[in-house]
Nanobody, 121 residues
Framework: QVQLVESGGGLVQAGGSLRLSCAASGRTFSGYGRGWFRQAPGKEREFVAAISWGGGATTYADSVKGRFTISRDNAKNTVYLQMNSLKPEDTAVYYC??????????????WGQGTQVTVSS
């Protein structure tokens, strides 16, 4: 079985930064992409960022471009989301995901249980 576990969420003031981590345990598949989604209260889950297996390709939602950076360390089976210049609108539960490729991230094969990020002014 594959398990994804997020960490690094918390409460931060607007303009601050947080770094989320997601570690994978169990079997992992060569070539799989990794990504992040989020869901705010009363809203649908939305895509945030994704990264290819080799790390050479990344994609971001327009709302976070220039502020968030996704990266991965395959030796540690971990993907990261560095979040800078946080805004109250970034408040959400953030979910780690894995998909067969970065192109298929809209339908992840695996999900983490989520970590809460709260941004206040």
């Amino acid at each position: 079985q594959v398990q994804l576990v997020e960490s690094g969420g918390g409460l931060v003031q607007a303009g601050g930064s947080l770094r989320l981590s997601c570690a994978a345990s169990g079997r992992t598949f060569s070539g799989y992409g990794r990504g992040w989604f989020r869901q705010a209260p009363g809203k649908e889950r939305e895509f945030v960022a994704a990264i290819s297996w080799g790390g050479g390709a990344t994609t971001y939602a327009d709302s976070v471009k220039g502020r968030f950076t996704i990266s991965r360390d395959n030796a540690k089976n971990t993907v990261y989301l560095q979040m800078n210049s946080l805004k109250p609108e970034d408040t959400a539960v953030y979910y780690c995901a894995s998909a067969p490729s970065i192109a298929t991230m809209r339908n992840p094969a695996y999900w983490g249980q989520g970590t809460q990020v709260t941004v206040s002014s």
